[in-house]
């Protein structure tokens, strides 16, 4: 991992660095608490012979709040990186088209400005194109993989490949917006792969689909023992493209602990203390009457009474 010291005050072309959250519901993005609930239960188990090291892998990250959350289940010895494009250009004419739609005022800034204030330390970073992991992450060392970059078809089939190359014996993968009407690339490839018979279904949220390359049977078994003792999680179980799959719904779902910030935000300043009023001089006379006067009589009168207070002086 990057060993980074604090976010800079100014960001590297000069410009002011953006705000750090104080709190984890500060973080822009999407991540429902029931999913946080389900990202809980399978970085945590351990079943099935499942305590090996392994890495973590997000594809896509916006603004780091699901980066911030995996980042707090990293083992001793375990690399957690991300991929994103942030800020660069991107590698085609529809990728270009989806970042100005979707993801105009993500910088690479902000996503560490955001990660900082919640982990001492950066993941390891790859700005590029989604397609490069292959290449770059060690074959078959992910144990967690979670994929929310492009939605366009054709990136998400080169996503899916590349989960396959980097994913661990029986490692998660996870897919976001795998139904959402505005993502039909992303079920499109997704449920292809499915139906190939190569990823294996475990579980859908409303949000996001769970599967491994590896056998799904005792993640599903395991999971719908501790599903049988929530009362704040519905489930079922469907049989889709010859492979069973567990539906689980959200029946008020308290999500784990947030992140916590690790500078968190300064206590307000104290209000002064009040104290009795202290009337201050009362004016001298002459100033008292000109403005009852000037309140009250009508302007001919009140210059009347200047006059002749002037002539007495006089």
Request: charged share 20%.
């Amino acid at each position: 991992m990057s060993h980074v010291s604090h976010a800079p005050v100014t960001t590297p072309d000069g410009e002011p660095a953006p705000p750090a959250p104080t709190a984890y519901n500060q973080v822009n993005g999407w991540f429902s608490g029931y999913d946080q609930v389900l990202f809980d239960w399978f970085l945590s188990r351990r079943g099935g012979g499942d305590g090996k090291p392994g890495d973590l892998l997000e594809l896509g990250a916006f603004m780091g709040k699901s980066a911030i959350f995996l980042g707090g289940y990293l083992r001793e010895g375990e690399e957690f990186t991300v991929c994103d494009l942030f800020d660069s250009p991107a590698p085609d004419d529809s990728n270009l088209a989806e970042m100005q739609d979707s993801y105009p005022t993500l910088t690479r800034r902000g996503f560490e400005t955001n990660y900082l204030a919640f982990r001492e330390t950066l993941p390891t970073i790859i700005q590029a194109p989604t397609f490069v992991v292959a290449d770059r992450v060690r074959p078959a060392s992910c144990r967690f993989i979670h994929i929310d970059a492009s939605h366009l078809y054709e990136h998400v089939v080169q996503d899916i490949e590349s989960s396959r190359v980097v994913a661990a014996p029986d490692a998660v993968v996870v897919f976001d917006d795998y139904r959402s009407e505005h993502c039909p690339g992303v079920a499109a490839a997704v449920w292809a792969a499915v139906a190939t018979g190569d990823l294996h279904l475990i579980a859908v949220s409303a949000s996001k689909l769970y599967a491994t390359w590896g056998d799904a049977a005792p993640y599903q078994a395991e999971l719908l023992t501790w599903l049988e003792d929530r009362k704040d999680l519905w489930h079922g179980v469907d049989v889709v493209a010859g492979q069973s799959l567990v539906r689980i719904g959200d029946e008020g779902a308290v999500p784990p602990a947030p992140p916590q910030p690790l500078r968190p935000a300064p206590e307000p300043a104290p209000e002064p203390v009040r104290t009795a009023h202290q009337p201050g001089p009362r004016p001298r006379a002459g100033v008292a009457w000109r403005r009852l006067a000037k309140d009250l009589l009508p302007p001919v009168v009140t210059r009347a009474i200047v006059a002749w207070r002037r002539r007495r002086r006089g």
